[in-house]
């Protein structure tokens, strides 16, 4: 399956100059979407992870079906101050700028 074909180009989005990949169009293609979660769980399965983590937005919609194939928990990782509980905390840049992002301190335990 060819899943550059369904990926959706936007240039200039958000901004001049960044190259927006719109994956509205491979997830809202029911195949394409089963295909995709299937071949990440089969790298992973014989790992057996504890969680997947997920990254607001895009990350919940691959990592929940993916914790749910893969029979592992979903841990959300989500901007500034939208989790209620104690966070740690990372900084990144992007292409045009830098963000935040935090998880629970006790999303993840050990050997998970």
Known sequence: MNLKELIREIPDFPQAGVNFKDISTVIGNAEAFHYIIQEIAGHYRAARPGVVVGIESRGYILGAPLAYELKAGFVLVRKPGKLPAATERI?????????????HKDAICPGQ
Do not use: A
């Open 91 to 103: 900084d990144y840049s992007l292409e045009y700028g830098e963000n935040t992002l935090e998880i």
